[in-house]
């Protein structure tokens, strides 16, 4: 299985810049999508094909990223941020999901 | 307004049966993939089994394979997951989500299986 690694958790200031990473262990061409979860809630799509923003998510969230190296860029981070953060690729079998990047506001 | 609404979680003793059911509304369900996701504290999230708008085509995770059924009703705007054979590794909170094939842009709120004696 495809294998998505993220960092456990980041800590950023509101008003910041931050970047969530996700490394594939094998290339997914662009077929990485991010999703937002916060406690208690389902998860929420965010970006999908790597930097196609998805309906209704603000601006302030952008992806980018092909083959194995993947970036979740969000600017400026607000209070409401605070979550956990997923990556999942779709071009190998079975779909994968990465375990996720709890991001934290100081 | 997109909604899906899971149902029909419980506990249930290892190698017995349960089936899930997802009902959909504010989309043209027929015009959808659809997929069962699940997430544990220790496995996190896993891709279940996804099926093609008029059911034709199924896929399944090689751990459910021959165990669990993935259906819908297209005439009821309702998905299924039928599992049986359950193990305790399939404990999870299950999740609808509706599919474009690759992503899942909309999620239910999740049902709770527990599988134990």
């Known amino acids: 299985d495809t294998v998505l690694t993220q960092s456990p958790a980041l800590a950023v200031s509101p008003g910041e810049r931050v970047s969530i990473s996700c490394r594939a262990s094998?290339?997914?061409?662009?077929?990485m999508h991010w999703y937002q979860q916060k406690p208690g809630q389902q998860p929420k799509l965010l970006i999908y094909k790597a930097s196609n923003l998805a309906s209704g998510v603000p601006a302030r969230f952008s992806g980018s990223g092909s083959g194995t190296d993947f970036t979740l860029t969000i600017d400026p981070v607000e209070a409401d941020d605070t979550a956990t953060y997923f990556c999942?690729?779709?071009?190998?079998?079975?779909?994968?999901f990465g375990a996720g990047t709890k991001l934290e506001l100081k | 307004e997109v909604q899906l609404v899971e149902s029909g979680g419980g506990l249930v003793q290892p190698g017995r049966s349960l089936k899930l059911s997802c009902a959909a509304s504010g989309f043209t369900f027929s015009n959808y993939g659809m997929a069962w996701v699940r997430q544990t504290p220790t496995k996190g999230l896993e891709w279940v089994a996804s099926?093609?708008?008029?059911?034709?085509?199924?896929y399944y995770r090689d751990s459910v394979k021959g165990r669990f059924t993935i259906s819908r009703d297209n005439a009821k705007n309702t998905q299924y997951l039928q599992m049986d054979s359950l193990r305790s590794e399939d404990t999870a909170t299950y999740y609808c989500a509706r599919s474009d094939g690759d992503s899942f842009d909309y999620w239910g709120q999740g049902v709770m299986v527990t599988v134990s004696s």
């Open positions: 094998e290339g997914v061409n662009s077929y």
């Open positions: 099926i093609s708008t008029g059911g034709g085509n199924t």
């Open positions: 999942q690729q779709s071009w190998n079998d079975p779909y994968t």
